[in-house]
């Protein structure tokens, strides 16, 4: 069993975590007592942090909706299909037709580099992410 500091990513306020890892497993999450912001507390989701890691009810591959109905496809389809429509949506709309919405369920350097995406590539402000506060 190893115990990871990191930090709560539900939302804006950045409380201190430690997860339990257990054969390559996230079995738990606590509060870090040390911590200059959360100082040993933890609401109800930071509680619950580990427990949607590996959740069966996780998407693990890309949909796209083919003739009514999602249907599984790879990554390489999946990414060639929204580039393509965005691209198309700012080229015939512009960059504020465009909108993107993070997830507290990425850790913040993902959700940093999807907002550097949305700002400096798409040349729009239009993102927002759940867990603002
Ligand atoms: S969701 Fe709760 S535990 Fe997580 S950072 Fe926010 S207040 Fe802290």
């Not at 201190?16 to 109800?44: E, F, M, T, W």
Request: hydrophobic share 30%; with cysteine; aromatic share 6%.
């Amino acid at each position: 069993m190893q115990d990871i500091l990191t930090i709560c990513n539900y939302c804006g306020c950045g409380c201190g975590v430690y997860l339990s890892v257990d054969n390559d497993q996230v079995v738990g999450s606590y509060p870090s007592k040390n911590h200059p912001i959360s100082r040993g507390n933890l609401c109800s989701k930071g509680w619950q942090l580990h427990e949607f890691i590996h959740s069966d009810k996780r998407l693990s591959s890309p949909l796209l909706r083919k003739n009514g109905s999602l249907q599984e496809v790879s990554w390489d389809e999946a990414l060639d299909f929204t580039a393509a429509a965005l691209m198309t949506a700012k080229q015939q709309y512009g960059p504020d037709s465009i909108g993107v919405l993070s997830s507290a369920k990425c850790s913040n350097e993902e959700n940093y580099l999807l907002q550097k995406l949305t700002r400096a590539g798409l040349g729009t402000n239009n993102i927002d992410h759940c867990a603002r506060l």
